[in-house]
């Protein structure tokens, strides 16, 4: 079965760094794209990224833009986004999500994790 | 820049038919989704392409998109579906959107 599994969280200071990894199982992982989605406490759901099944092309949302960059390694089935600068309104539950094959829906979320600013 | 507006909640009795709308500028040109999230858990998908169920879901759920409102209705709610939805679509401009998100109480 599908299975997404989010490591790296935990607590930073503002201006640090840290470096999200989404372990991908169940499926042939260079074939999809892949999203991040966060969700800070108490409020919904924030498009942080997306990368293309190849990695040929990157997107990012306005407010992470230059701060945030999302890469994958398909032959070891992993995406990851590396968080630089990070802010306190960065703190949230970090979620990595595949997009489904022929729309822009995200068909199967990881669990979260994290991610602390303080 | 493009927007998706959901009311903040909603509440149904069990048994009775749940509407959650979502409302954005010719969304029914767009393909719209829907998520269903509960507390303490990773959302899930229950409808994408404006009216499709993934498999599991069940077909109490069902969705439209038409003019500039998506629909996500559930018939025969059940207290098990009392959760947060969050619509979503796709905008060239500013890629992935969702909305706000809608607290479903079923009392």
């Known amino acids: 079965q599908v299975q997404l599994v989010e490591s790296g969280g935990g607590v930073v200071q503002p201006g640090r760094s840290l470096r999200l990894s989404c372990a991908a199982s169940?499926?042939?992982?260079?074939?999809?794209?892949m999203y991040w989605v966060r969700q800070a406490p108490g409020k919904g759901l924030e498009w942080v990224g997306n990368i293309w099944y190849d990695g040929s092309n990157i997107y990012y949302a306005d407010s992470v833009q230059g701060r945030f960059t999302i890469s994958r390694d398909n032959s070891k089935n992993t995406l990851s986004l590396q968080m630089n600068s990070l802010r306190v309104e960065d703190t949230a539950v970090y979620y990595c999500?595949?997009?489904?094959?022929?729309?822009?829906?995200?068909?199967?979320w990881g669990q979260g994790t994290l991610v602390t600013v303080s | 820049s493009y927007e998706l507006t959901q009311p903040p909640s909603v509440s149904v009795s069990p048994g009775q038919t749940a509407t959650i709308s979502c409302s954005g500028d010719?969304?029914?040109?767009?393909?719209a989704c829907w998520y269903q999230q509960k507390p303490g858990q990773s959302p899930m998908l229950v409808i994408y392409?404006?009216?499709k169920r993934p498999s599991g879901i069940p077909e109490r759920f069902s969705g439209s998109n038409s003019g500039n409102t998506a629909t996500l209705t559930i018939s025969g709610t059940q207290a098990m579906d009392e959760a947060d939805y969050y619509c979503?679509?796709?905008?060239?401009?500013?890629?992935?959107?969702f909305g706000g998100g809608t607290k479903l109480t079923v009392l």
């Open positions: 169940g499926f042939t992982f260079r074939n999809f794209g």
């Open positions: 392409q404006d009216m």
């Open positions: 979503q679509a796709w905008d060239s401009s500013t890629a992935v959107l």
């Open positions: 010719k969304l029914g040109d767009k393909y």
């Open positions: 999500a595949r997009k489904e094959d022929f729309g822009e829906a995200l068909d199967y």
